[in-house]
């Protein structure tokens, strides 16, 4: 029996900005793997919706990009 939550199907978009990159424990800031312009999938529960000039946009961690597509 699966939770009504893991039935929920992944979400596309696009990406429209990156950050400058993590912060790995040794110091050094690594570079993200996703880039402006790229499709990816994530769950329906990543992210925060806000709002940015008359459009909302989904602000999320790298960590819940479930995969980037094609």
């Known amino acids: 029996m699966l939770p009504d939550t893991a039935k929920d199907k992944?979400?596309?978009g696009k990406v429209i900005a990156v950050g400058d990159g993590r912060i790995?424990?040794?110091g050094k800031r690594r570079e993200l793997q996703v880039k402006v312009g790229d499709n990816i999938l994530f769950t329906s529960y990543a992210g925060e919706?806000?709002?940015l000039q008359d459009e909302k946009v989904l602000l999320m961690r790298e960590d819940d990009i479930l995969a980037v597509i094609d």
Request: aromatic share 0%.
């Open 10 to 12: 992944p979400q596309k």
């Open 49 to 51: 919706e806000i709002k």
């Open 24 to 26: 790995t424990k040794d």
